[in-house]
């Protein structure tokens, strides 16, 4: 695997690399790519887990912005899947701060109550509470 030319590095071994994706499940652009060509994500499959990899919904069917309340359910049912599988780590990336254009600090939050075999990026490791009410800072 030739993971240098991408900005994201391998993660360990035993871990699920958990990215942002869209619900027509087109893998094909940042980490959603990375995902189908290292870790197994399934074309055309946009919520879940798939290989190992895990896609939550960062964008619709027709590669619109979900707003963030709609990507905070997703994440909730993410989060909810972790704490049921204590047995598996996930190594999450930075979703919906690439191509769909939110900030971290609108994002990381949301992850707040995700379970301890949830790797977080190092920046979203200190998280504060959630505000769902705004769109993409661009």
């Not at 919520?47 to 896609?55: D, E, N, V, W």
């Not at 619709?60 to 707003?67: G, N, S």
Request: one cysteine or more; glycine letters at 10%.
């Amino acid at each position: 695997m030739h993971y240098e030319r991408t900005k994201f590095p391998p993660i360990p071994k035993d871990a699920i690399f958990v990215f942002g994706s869209n619900l027509a499940g087109r893998h094909g652009k940042g980490a959603a790519l990375a995902a189908r060509q290292h870790y197994g994500a399934i074309y055309g499959q946009g919520i879940g887990l798939q290989g190992r990899s895990y896609a939550i919904p960062t964008k619709d069917e027709h590669l619109k912005v979900l707003p963030l309340h709609a990507i905070a359910t997703h994440v909730r049912q993410f989060v909810a899947f972790a704490q049921s599988h204590p047995d598996l780590r996930f190594s999450l990336t930075r979703i919906g701060c690439g191509l769909a254009g939110y900030k971290d600090h609108q994002i990381a939050p949301l992850f707040a109550q995700a379970p301890n075999n949830v790797i977080k990026p190092s920046g979203w490791r200190t998280t504060h509470t959630p505000s769902i009410d705004h769109e993409p800072e661009r």
